[in-house]
């Protein structure tokens, strides 16, 4: 009789200097299931997956494969056991093709050690076109979107042939389109009787294709429970530990001057040699969130380079506070006014190396409250870092000085939004703010962007949740093939109306305001 579980991880403990990871977890995965992994930033989720592809060895506890005790040294290991990882943060070679980075470690040789790389070309190509990744496989990883690298990391998997696949936290920079496709070749997956673990933060994912939701908090474990016998409200208490308000509760806008006016941007696209950004004009006035939707890779993410000072715009003009920023460097721009919570937050938003509290402080280190005729005030550093990580709930092993590399992505990206909210900026632009966080700290977030909008910020946000974008914003741009293609308010639209502007099938001619 074969064995109920494919895997089973018992009693699993895992310790990090300061911090108790994992204490004494056990999870069971059945084959054949979507089986999620529920719980707060930090919870454990992604330091027990890493234990099961041998990227840490635990100091306690066993891994069983059908019901056989195993050992998982390394990753090779794993991919030998058929297990596969798709990672938070994705193991990818910058400079290398998207085809390279996928058959990297797995490479068809011939009898003379030659790469056999049309075969592997072919074999991409079909997988990628058989679930619908729609990958250019000869693109550079440095020159693709992150949704595209997403789907790089899933065929990588692909391609081992893995029956165990985990997802660690896979829809985090994907469109809601790209969601709904993600969750049928998941479920394709369990059809065809690979067995999925799949981390999340959203109660909307768990609740419309896993199987069964085990729940850890603060490194322990909660309990497992059947999908079908529980309800969303249910799912959040027992991962925040306290009742948790899912819904955006917010005044209504009351915009006074312009804060930001952007007119006939134009920013070159580098991967194709054409416009992403194609002579957009709009204005962020104060006291409003103007919300900028569209499917990932319509030239949201070249809108904000180019307003950050990030890339070079090829034409137009950019006005923040009265001034012409539109040559500015990104010092110019910050001093200017601006706040930018970036998209890719180890590219952009954190030096990895340095610590918590040297990141906190980056771009304020030269401020007399922290700087006092060529040395730095350490202890001021210090007291501010505490403040932040209190105030934003930054949960980390050593406190301010633990190495940014080394805290979970959501919380990596608390403190990026607690650095950016307290420089006191007239304008933020937050791309994505809420990606990789959990119900409690996406509420905190929330709020925190509505307080500032209320005491009369202007807010800029880019976000490809369809949910936090219309509950969110006061104004909402979309964006299509880098052109504005309408305008909604979001009291008066629905989501499946902002859907059609999104996927180009609707467009409307839009008065400037």
């Known amino acids: 009789m074969a064995p109920e579980y494919i895997i089973e991880m018992n009693h699993i403990r895992k310790e990090f200097p ?31 997956m890493s234990v099961l592809f041998g990227l840490y060895q635990p100091e306690a506890g066993q891994i069983k494969k059908n019901g056989e005790e195993v050992k998982i040294n390394n990753p090779n290991d794993a991919t030998a056991l058929g297990i596969g990882m798709v990672h ?27 790469l056999k790389k049309k075969e592997a070309r072919k074999k991409v190509i079909d997988l990628s076109e058989k679930y619908g990744l729609h990958i250019d496989v000869d693109a550079k990883v440095e020159d693709i979107t992150v949704g595209m690298q997403q789907r790089v ?23 809601p389109q790209e969601i709904d496709e993600l969750m049928e070749i998941m479920r394709g997956f369990a059809r065809e009787g690979k067995s999925i673990l799949f981390i999340t933060h959203k109660l909307n994912e768990i609740m419309a294709v896993s199987d069964r939701v085990t729940v850890l908090r603060k490194g322990k474990y909660i309990g497992t429970v059947n999908t079908k016998d529980v309800t969303k409200q249910e799912l959040s208490n027992m991962m925040v530990g306290r009742p948790v308000q899912l819904e955006i509760v917010k005044d209504v806008a009351k915009p006074k ?35 900028i939707a569209g499917i990932d890779g319509n030239g949201q993410t070249e809108l904000i380079y180019g307003l950050t000072g990030l890339e070079k715009a ?47 402080v980056l771009q304020r280190f030269k401020e007399k409250e922290f700087h006092n005729k060529g040395f ?26 633990t190495i940014a590399r080394s805290m979970s992505g959501g919380n990596q990206q608390k403190a990026i939004i607690a650095r950016e909210l307290d420089r006191n900026k007239e ?36 976000s490809l949740e369809l949910d936090e ?40 001619g839009r008065e400037q305001v």
């Open 88 to 114: 938070q943060h994705f193991k990818l070679i910058d400079v290398f093709t998207v085809l390279d980075n996928i058959i990297l470690g797995a490479e068809t040789t011939g009898k003379l050690g030659f």
């Open 314 to 360: 090829t034409s137009g003009k950019v006005t923040l506070c009265g001034k012409d920023i539109s040559h500015g460097s990104v010092k110019v721009r910050n001093e200017a006014g601006m706040s930018h919570i970036p998209e890719d937050r180890h590219k952009h938003g954190l030096v990895l190396p340095f610590t918590l509290e040297q990141n906190l």
């Open 18 to 48: 300061g911090i108790v990871a994992n204490d004494d977890i056990t999870l069971q995965l059945k084959k054949g299931e979507i089986h999620a992994l529920l719980g707060e930033n930090g919870a454990g989720k992604s330091t027990l």
């Open 427 to 462: 304008l933020i632009i937050a791309v994505q703010p809420t990606r990789g966080l959990d119900v409690g700290a996406i509420e905190h977030i929330h709020s925190q962007l509505i307080a500032e909008r209320d005491k009369g910020k202007g807010i800029l946000l880019v």
């Open 257 to 291: 001057d312009t804060i930001l006016e952007v007119e006939g941007l134009t920013v070159m696209s580098k991967i194709h040699k054409k416009e992403a950004v194609n002579n957009v004009s709009f204005k962020v006035r104060q006291g409003e969130i103007l919300c």
């Open 153 to 175: 990391e899933i065929l990588k998997m692909l391609y081992r042939e893995n029956e165990i696949l985990i997802f660690d936290e896979p829809t985090a920079v994907l469109t």
């Open 376 to 401: 730095i005030k350490f202890d001021a550093i210090r007291n501010y870092a505490l403040r932040l990580i209190e105030d934003y709930d930054v949960r980390s092993g050593q406190g301010p000085i």
């Open 469 to 508: 974008v219309m509950s969110l914003a006061d104004r909402i741009l979309v964006m299509y093939e880098g052109e504005i293609v309408g305008e909604l308010d979001p009291k008066e639209t629905t989501a499946e109306e902002l859907g059609l502007y999104m996927s180009g099938a609707k467009k409307q």
